[in-house]
């Protein structure tokens, strides 16, 4: 079973900070997601990726193959990006049981 | 709207009263599945399918029954509700469990007294 690590577990910025979310994981996988989920709130996708880099308005996600290794960027966040960031990987091989899920880190972005 | 629709959104029961959640998908995606998320536990699979008639387990399948008799419907039954099943569920669906987006349900919170 993939191990999936996310870090930090929480992390408070103030608006306007460029913010860095981490995940690790431990076995090749076929496709990597970062989620969003605000508070009481539903799940939704940002990104899916398998290699190199993917932007959307001021998020990135980026992912490196051989370190087993992505990270979700923010530019310029706003307080609006106060939400739980998840990252979930599917890896081949492991059944069809889909993702695992990282725990998600909490990201508060203060005015 | 396209997406998956889970009802209720709020739900509190009875331990041993049983109960269905919905799920439906109208986007004639093949792959569905549940899921529970926990404090400090993350997301974890419960059932899975890979299409009308096929179902499976994941990881934390006790207490919990589904079935698929058509592509876009996936209901997740509780047949004895207990208070570790208190938490929030999640439907999502995809084209496939591999190299496709998923699109999730808004989620419904269960307490279960």
Not at chain 1, 41 to 65: C, E, P, Y
Not at chain 2, 22 to 40: F, K, L, T, V
Not at chain 2, 65 to 90: G, H, I, K, M
Not at chain 2, 92 to 108: E, L, M, R, V
Request: hydrophobic share 30%.
């Amino acid at each position: 079973k993939n191990e999936v690590e996310q870090s930090p577990q929480n992390l408070t910025a103030q608006e306007g900070e460029f913010i860095t979310i981490n995940c690790s994981y431990s076995v090749g996988i076929s496709a990597l997601h970062w989620l969003q989920q605000h508070p009481g709130g539903g799940i939704v996708s940002l990104f899916m990726l398998s290699s190199g880099k993917k932007k959307h308005g001021r998020l990135i996600a980026t992912i490196n193959i051989q370190e087993k290794h992505s990270s979700l960027h923010i530019t310029a966040s706003h307080p609006r990006d106060s939400a739980v960031y998840i990252c979930a990987v599917t890896t081949f091989g492991g059944g069809a049981d889909g993702l695992t899920f990282g725990k998600g880190t909490h990201l508060i972005i203060q005015p | 709207n396209a997406g998956v629709t889970q009802t209720p959104k709020f739900q509190v029961l009875k331990t041993g009263q049983s109960m269905t959640l919905q799920c439906a998908q109208d986007m004639n995606h093949e792959y569905m599945s549940w899921y529970r998320q926990d404090p400090g536990m993350g997301l974890r699979l419960i059932h899975y399918s890979v299409g009308a008639g096929i179902t499976d387990q994941g990881e934390v399948p006790n207490g919990y029954n589904v079935s698929r008799s058509t592509t876009e419907d996936f209901p997740l039954r509780l047949l004895s509700a207990a208070p570790s099943q208190t938490s929030v569920y999640f439907c999502a669906s995809s084209q496939g469990p591999f190299n496709y987006g998923y699109t999730f349900g808004s989620g419904t919170r269960l307490t279960v007294v």
